[in-house]
């Protein structure tokens, strides 16, 4: 995966891109702080 902006202030909105090869058909993205996402690029 790809993220953008890897840096910046408070409060940082970064867009995950998913590159994975072979076609997943599930995601699940946990961002450490409580919070999760089951969609292909979360924002």
Do not use: C, H, M
Request: glycine share 6%; charged share 20%.
């Amino acid at each position: 995966f790809s993220a953008q902006p890897l840096t910046g202030k408070y409060p940082l909105v970064v867009q995950f891109t998913d590159l994975s090869l072979k076609g997943p058909i599930s995601w699940l993205w946990d961002f450490g702080d409580r919070e999760i996402s089951e969609e292909q690029n979360p924002t």
